[in-house]
């Protein structure tokens, strides 16, 4: 399975935020879209980092004016991509070895989705609930061997 499969399943809509917004806007548009992170785009929607729910919490603990700070100065600048024709399996490892849970997928230089840990999840179980239904028809003989 690709990252393509991933995005055409669940489309390709990202949220992004300028990083002159400031930390409470982004957790606005994180709670009013129902998401954990947001790209940080500039000029012509060129992503030059992500803000997350965790970015924001490891911020929030330092100092009382937290929601006022620019998102450019929280945010994860490193930002790490995927294509669309990575394999979920190297998403994956992208994501457990750098412990977060959102990649955005890039196709030409351009936004072209994004994948968390979740949607990985929910792509292996549609798998594998597949997979079930095969083998215990083949068990049960309603499949030729």
């Known amino acids: 399975m690709k990252a393509?499969?991933?995005?055409?399943?669940?489309?390709?809509?990202v949220r992004t935020i300028s990083p002159d917004k400031t930390v409470i806007q982004a957790l606005q548009s994180m709670i009013e879209n129902k998401v954990g992170s947001l790209v940080v785009t500039e000029?012509?929607?060129?992503?030059v980092g992500i803000i997350t729910e965790r970015d924001i919490l490891r911020h929030a603990g330092r100092t009382d004016a937290w929601k006022?700070?620019?998102?450019s100065k929280?945010?994860?600048?490193n930002l790490i991509i995927g294509f669309p024709g990575d394999d979920i399996e190297v998403i994956m490892a992208?994501?457990?070895?750098?412990?977060?849970?959102?990649?955005?997928?890039?196709?030409?230089?351009?936004l072209a989705g994004i994948i968390s840990i979740g949607d990985i999840v929910k792509a292996?179980?549609?798998?594998v609930k597949a997979e079930n239904r095969y083998l215990n028809a083949y068990i049960m003989g309603k499949y030729p061997a």
Do not use: A, Y
């Open 74 to 77: 929280i945010m994860t600048k």
């Open 43 to 47: 000029r012509g929607n060129t992503p």
């Open 94 to 110: 992208l994501m457990t070895q750098n412990r977060f849970r959102h990649v955005p997928i890039l196709q030409d230089k351009k």
């Open 124 to 127: 292996k179980l549609k798998d």
């Open 4 to 13: 393509s499969d991933i995005l055409k399943e669940k489309g390709s809509m």
């Open 68 to 71: 006022e700070t620019s998102i």
